[in-house]
């Protein structure tokens, strides 16, 4: 089933049309293949930072994981600001790193003064993953890969954030030295597909006036990206969610779960059996829940579910997982009524003044 674009919100848009923003990161990997492989060093390298804030911190949570499933070296994700305010804990003496920096607009104060420190501790080379190609963050940078179709006029980042997850993803692979597989190469088509198969289905579970609780539960490189649909959840629509690890949810978290709870599994290839079981036990304790999922569930196991197509690996497919949690969020926001382009409190870039008073 086809959705038009709804010009009275232009999160749905950028919601709706991010495969074609895909389709031009695709495009710029393979173009830039060269320039961005011979910043890498991997020989005398020994750690990869990944920091943003706010969105694409998460998103630095599932590049890190991501990066050390194609490469094999060792990396970490920091907020921005850790890397900022406590250079002496990130930024231990005697490595060689290089930083990779993830920020929508490339102006964030915090990513910028995060750069910074790097380049007074640290000879590596910076890579920036921006939209914008004449961003502060870019002109700092050794190297940058810009996503120049997924520019946003919404707060929350949707169309953004995958964007530069298909960018990130992809430049994992060409920095392990392998090229672009054809089943990667075809995320838009994809995408496209998912949306238009499964919108109603997203626009019937956020709407549901019977939730009022959400969880979000990833493990492994999907973690992160429990976390960016929690944030969505709240942003656009003010609802009352968390992100969980799958097994870390029984240890206590599992004690909010009612009949009025939405478990959102975000489930992998690698850990199915586990997450897939404690699906099943969440709708015992009178949960409905929610799967997105690699492989096909039982009926005891999920209310409703979305299979995703085959062919990816746990490190390719994380794209695929956010169009339909965005709209779910969306969704949300306008069955209360809200406007899910401006949320509460929130501007889509965050310049604080950091120097000393």
Not at 315 to 340: D, I
Request: net charge negative; with cysteine; proline share 4%.
């Amino acid at each position: 089933m086809q959705f038009s674009l709804d010009d009275t919100y232009v999160t749905l848009h950028e919601i709706l049309s991010q495969p074609i923003a895909w389709k031009a990161v695709l495009h710029e990997l393979e173009d830039q293949a060269e320039t961005l492989k011979s910043h890498w060093q991997p020989k005398s390298m020994q750690e990869v930072i990944f920091t943003g804030c706010g969105s694409t911190y998460y998103l630095s949570r599932t590049a890190a994981e991501i990066f050390k499933g194609e490469t094999g070296t060792l990396v970490s994700a920091y907020p921005a600001s850790d890397l900022y305010l406590f250079p002496d804990l990130v930024l231990t003496k005697g490595a060689w790193r290089t930083l990779v920096t993830i920020s929508r607009s490339g102006e964030t104060s915090e990513t910028l003064r995060a750069v910074d420190q790097f380049r007074s501790r640290d000879s590596g080379p910076v890579y920036a993953i921006s939209c914008y190609e004449k961003a502060p963050l870019v002109k700092k940078a050794s190297v940058s890969l810009i996503a120049r179709e997924a520019h946003e006029k919404s707060v929350a980042q949707t169309r953004s954030f995958s964007s530069m997850l298909v960018a990130v993803t992809g430049l994992a692979a060409l920095l392990s030295g392998r090229t672009l597989s054809e089943r990667f190469l075809e995320l838009p088509d994809l995408g496209t597909d998912l949306i238009s198969d499964h919108h109603e289905l997203a626009k019937e579970l956020g709407s549901a006036p019977n939730f009022e609780r959400f969880f979000f539960l990833g493990s492994g490189p999907l973690y992160g990206l429990a976390c960016e649909a929690m944030l969505k959840m709240k942003e656009m629509s003010l609802s009352y969610s968390e992100a969980y690890q799958f097994l870390e949810f029984r240890h206590g978290p599992m004690s909010m779960v009612n009949e009025n709870s939405l478990i959102v599994g975000l489930l992998s290839e690698t850990a199915f059996e586990h997450e897939a079981r404690l699906l099943s036990d969440m709708r015992k304790l009178g949960a409905q829940v929610f799967a997105i999922t690699p492989i096909e569930l039982s009926k005891d196991q999920a209310d409703h579910q979305v299979v995703l197509p085959g062919g990816l690996t746990d490190l390719e497919r994380g794209t695929l997982y956010l169009p339909l949690l965005q709209l779910l969020a969306f969704y949300r926001s306008v069955s209360k009524g809200l406007n899910p382009d401006k949320p509460s409190n929130l501007t889509a870039v965050v310049n604080l003044d950091l120097d000393p008073v």
